[in-house]
DNA sequence: GGCGGTATCTAAGCAATGTCCAGATCGGAT
DNA sequence: ATCCGATCTGGACATTGCTTAGATACCGCC
């Protein structure tokens, strides 16, 4: 029974939770050298196993990618619950926009990894398809704006379409030739709800 | 002077005009193989030539990619600027949109890689940067939209919105979790359609 | 026309990667 | 105590990006 002992020493007999080792080492070589660095052998080394060792808790490269992507997904749904509950509610939309690109920009490596994953599925991980899902949350959002006056399928072609400008802005946003831009505007955060403002047309003037 | 005989004809000498072969080839592996399969020694292959040639006239394997991705911006313009000829003005804006997703429908790999060259590189390939590119068509068609009851700063942002969208909609769409929806609105381009007049927020209803 | 220079291409090789396999090691159920 | 199955290692293989040394064939120049 020294389970425990291995586990805060330093060489467990077989290494004790492997699979959780091997994520954090991911997502710490993701946030340190870039997603070009992350290959499943430095993923090893990092944890200090060797090189074979993850395919027996990940099936392929991609599944190890997966299981990343999904503690992404997690965290972003966490950033836009923090953001929904600590907004106005007269400005929630774009207030749920902006965390969703800042939450980009503050983990652009991660995000790069999250959205590869969900377009080799076809479909994003689970957590983005259940009934606690970011999606859902917007739904949530959007209805209440609406205040119950709309329709199911406008509601969701409407998330659909904040979904869409917010991953948008998220990737393009990081585009240097904006720069300039972004400072006339008064910075970064100004820039994203300038743009955030300007999705349905022409007509709309800043608030 | 057998210049000629020897492009039309099966090895020559020294090959006669590799890059343009190269380009063609890697397009070639993207179309039929996706983005995976593009490894530089697959398009030397491809083309016929050992693994190092193309070294002499890229200097890396991104700057392969660049300037496929650059041909893809190429051709984006002109899906661009057909639609802009064909459509009709009052609905301009819709059919740029839709034009643009499905442009990146019809091919998903070269769309990949250009928005991947579009990010590492920190800014778009040049032909996207110039006077005449897609961007400043899109700014025109805004301009002309608004009547001129526009300021430069309100068309560039509006700009950057309907690029965003477009963007997000184009990788959205492919999920696989939006099937229903689309059969349930009436096939691809009236799920674009759709989604694209929710981009105001839940006021505006279908036209 | 011959000559050298230069651009282009090949051959061979290096380190790194994803993946598999044979065996070693260890925990836990019987 | 013993065996089983899960976990890990060491070694190997094919493929990749890239480099270097040397071959090949076009070019302008005399």
């Not at 070589?29 to 060797?50: D, M, N, Q």
Request: glycine share 6%.
């Amino acid at each position: 029974m020294k389970t425990q002992a291995a586990l805060a020493e330093s060489k467990p007999y077989h290494h004790g939770d492997l699979r959780r080792a091997l994520l954090r080492a991911a997502v710490a070589i993701l946030e340190r050298e870039g997603p070009s660095a992350l290959s499943l052998r430095a993923v090893a080394r990092e944890a200090g196993v060797s090189p074979a060792a993850p395919y027996h808790h990940f099936k392929d490269k991609s599944e190890l990618l997966n299981a990343v992507a999904l503690e992404g997904f997690e965290r972003l749904k966490t950033v836009l619950v923090e953001a929904f509950a600590s907004a106005r509610k007269d400005e929630m939309r774009s207030a749920l926009g902006v965390a969703y690109v800042e939450f980009s920009q503050a983990n652009p490596a991660l995000y790069r990894v999250m959205w590869d994953c969900a377009r080799n599925g076809e479909k994003l991980p689970e957590s983005s398809h259940d009934k606690h899902s970011a999606f859902e949350l917007v739904k949530d959002t959007l209805r209440e704006a609406a205040g119950g006056q709309i329709s199911e399928l406008d509601l969701e072609l409407t998330a659909i379409a904040s979904w869409c400008a917010a991953h948008g802005l998220a990737e393009i946003s990081t585009f240097a030739q904006f720069k300039p831009l972004k400072e006339a505007v008064g910075g970064d955060r100004a820039f994203l709800k300038a743009v955030l403002n300007h999705l349905g047309g022409v007509h709309r003037t800043a608030s």
